[in-house]
């Protein structure tokens, strides 16, 4: 979530995606560059979003129903595909809502930091004397995706984890790997014994693009993920298409 500155078993042996999850939402100081400050509390989200609004929507009728009376809650969405393109436009016509989720795409919301548009949450949140209500872990991953700032502020931080078919897997006499470089063994004696290792429902992209990113992160490194989308990395290079290899956290042991 950011606010303006100024003015989330198919078939298959094993099913999803690891590593962590957050969910984030920005903030605009005076929405549409009003001097005199808001009128409502506006959010824009994106439609596939079906978690925030009812959260939002409790509070404004239960413990924030006074503030609700003074900032009535304002709600409005577009695509997930179109939120980056929506949110731009918006900063551009200095019309941003005071609340709105983040896009799929890192690196516009590193520009709306640089345009100086969305609040700095590290400063509010320690003048108002709550920033040790985030985790310290859901800040560092805001920083590291967001241009170094704490901009946008955590709504939802998640691990994930892997579900895996416990009949096949005693069938077979597979053992449950506690490492990389065991899973992506593992994944290989699946494949030869003629079924899909992984599988994620296609219904929306994340989930593949997530143990995509995963397995580059886990491969390669962890700042390959983060290079690729300033255009310092392709994908193609030989390294990201080289074999994966062990990384020193999590050492393959001998099969």
Known sequence: MTTAHRPRLRRGLL?????IGVTTLA????????????????????????TTEPVLQALADGE????QEVLPLEVSSVPQAD???????????????????AGGNPAEGAK????GVILDLDKALTDLGVKDKIAPGAISTIEKLYGGAFNFLPFQYNIEGIFYNTALFEENGWEVPTTWGELTALAADVQAAGYT???????????????VSGYLF???GGPSPISVPPATSVLTSPRSTTTPRPTSSSPARPR
Request: net charge negative; with cysteine; aromatic share 6%.
């Open 15 to 19: 099913t999803l995606v690891g590593a």
């Open 27 to 50: 903030l605009a100081g005076c929405a549409g560059g009003s001097t005199s400050g808001p009128e409502a509390l506006t959010f824009l989200k994106n439609a596939e979003n079906t």
């Open 64 to 67: 924030c129903a006074a503030q």
């Open 83 to 101: 939120l980056d393109a929506q949110v731009q436009l918006l900063a551009s016509q200095n019309g941003l809502p005071v609340m709105f989720s």
């Open 112 to 115: 709306l930091w640089d345009q």
């Open 197 to 211: 290792p992984f599988s994620a429902s296609g219904e929306q992209g994340w989930p593949l693009t997530r143990l």
């Open 218 to 220: 886990r491969s390669l």
